[in-house]
Structure formats: structure tokens, C-alpha cells
């Protein structure tokens, strides 16, 4: 674990994901009777608890310490949260809107949606994905990437074992999947899928650089990621999952090929960090 340790982290953090993963995809396929929605939310904590024993079995307590305190840590400038809070969400929306017939099956927003979507944001930063992956992805995996195989390769790299991590997601409704659907609905919306993924990698290292590597700025900016496909999304009546891919990987994909040109492929990592 000590000489391999990113190798054994995404060992871990698959496996951990996958094996909870198993009763709702059973489930979703009719194979299994119940109602396995807590595995579903407790799968996406798998790279959490990888993070979890290889920071204790490597760096022991202290290192336990660090990573508490990064999580923690919620001080940035008030433009990140700006950026992560508004910009994000309506990035999205914007990616959404440009595709032919989405605005016309807008349903319009309703005073509900004021004192729903702070909840929702709640609800999804907690156990909806963004604390129980970012942990891993950006507490454990991308400073020892960064480091390794440099900001951009180390965030691409990251992006693709992130997108592959959902794999068997796809064999569920929540990805597209389940019964009904075969290979042509994977092979269209996996690819827009990855590059989504990628792209959003690339934005994430970019503020995760500019916020001195903290993980809470990480799972605010995965929940606001997330938030917005509870809440928003299903106002649009034309959407669905391939379109939403899409959505997104316009949203994301052009900030994200800006950030790589104005920053030379940096990412806003600093000389600092290369020397930790």
C-alpha cells in the first residue's frame, strides 16, 4: 500500500462501490425483490472509506488529521462560491436551453423551487455522491496524481477512472439503463458521459489549485453539479438522460478547454504543491 498506493486506492474504492452497487442492479433487472436505495446511496461512499484506510495505514493518525482538516476547511474567496453556487447551475441550464425544443417544454419556475433547492443541495452534498466520492477523488487521488503524472495528464487520468467508477450505474435507470435498454443506448450515452466527466475534471482541479486543495470547496462544487438534475432538470419535460449528457458536456466542455488554454495546461497548480 505504502509503494502503491493510488493503485490501491482505485482497487479499493471500486470494489467497495461495485459490491454495494449489486442488490440495486439485481433489483433494477427484476432479479431481486426490495427496495435497495440505501445501497445505492451508501455505493457512492466507496471511495471515502478507501481514502480512509490507506491515509491511516500509510500516514496514520496525522494523516487522518490533514485530510479531516481539508474537509473542513470552507474558506475561499467569495467568487469560487459564486462560480460554484450560481455559474455551475446555470452553465448547465444554458446547456440545456441552446438544444432545439428544450425551452418550450420549460414548465417555469414555481416559489417551491426557493425553499426546495437549498434542501436538495443539503441532502445531495451529505448522501447523494459528492461527499462520499470527492473524499477520495480529490482528497486522496489528485494531489498524489498532480504530483505523479502532472496537473492535466493527472486530471485525465482521474476523469477516466472517475467515469469508469459508474460503470455498472449504467445497468440502472439512474444512468439510462435497466430493462428496455441494450447496447446502442450505452455505446451513445457512455462516450458523452466521459467526456462530460473529463471536462468537469479539468474545472474541478482548476478551483480545487485555487482554494489551497481544500475538499469541502470539491464536494460543494459536485453537489452543485448534482443539485441542479433533482431540482431544475425535470422542469424541462423534453430532457432525458442522452440529452442531459449532452447538456452537460456543452456546459462544461468549453470552460473547461478555456481553462486548459489560458492556464497552459497548469490548472492553477503551483510550485508548492509539486514540492509537498
Request: glycine share 10%.
Amino acid at each position: 500500500m505504502r509503494k502503491y498506493p493510488l493503485f490501491f486506492f482505485f482497487l479499493m474504492a471500486y470494489t467497495f462501490s461495485w459490491i454495494l452497487l449489486i442488490p440495486s442492479v439485481l433489483s433494477s433487472w427484476g432479479l431481486l425483490q426490495g427496495d435497495f436505495g440505501i445501497t445505492f446511496i451508501l455505493h457512492t461512499f466507496g471511495p471515502a472509506l478507501a481514502a480512509v484506510v490507506l491515509v491511516k495505514a500509510i500516514e496514520g493518525r496525522a494523516g487522518l488529521r490533514r485530510l479531516r482538516g481539508r474537509i473542513q476547511q470552507w474558506r475561499a474567496g467569495w467568487h469560487w462560491y459564486l462560480f460554484i453556487l450560481a455559474g455551475i447551475p446555470a452553465l448547465l441550464v444554458l446547456g440545456i436551453i441552446i438544444q432545439p425544443g428544450m425551452l418550450a417544454s420549460f414548465q417555469g419556475l414555481k416559489l417551491l423551487l426557493l425553499v426546495s433547492y437549498p434542501l436538495t443541495f443539503f441532502a445531495v452534498w451529505f448522501g447523494g455522491g459528492p461527499l462520499g466520492e470527492e473524499v477520495g477523488w480529490r482528497g486522496f487521488a489528485l494531489p498524489r496524481m498532480q504530483s505523479r503524472y502532472g496537473p492535466l495528464w493527472g486530471t485525465l487520468l482521474l476523469g477516466v477512472l472517475w467515469c469508469f467508477w459508474h460503470l455498472p450505474e449504467y445497468l440502472t435507470p439512474n444512468m439510462g439503463g435497466g430493462p428496455g435498454t441494450g447496447l446502442v443506448t450505452f455505446l451513445t450515452n457512455f462516450p458523452l458521459f466521459l467526456l462530460f466527466v473529463l471536462a468537469l475534471s479539468i474545472i474541478f482541479t482548476w478551483v480545487f489549485n485555487h482554494t489551497r486543495e481544500s475538499v469541502f470547496i470539491s464536494i460543494t462544487a459536485h453537489a452543485s453539479v448534482d443539485t441542479p438534475q433533482v431540482v431544475l432538470v425535470p422542469l424541462f419535460l423534453a430532457v432525458n438522460v442522452t440529452s442531459l449528457f449532452l447538456a452537460s458536456l456543452i456546459a462544461f466542455g468549453i470552460p473547461a478547454l478555456l481553462i486548459v488554454i489560458v492556464t497552459r495546461g497548469r490548472l492553477g497548480y503551483q510550485a508548492s504543491q509539486e514540492q509537498r
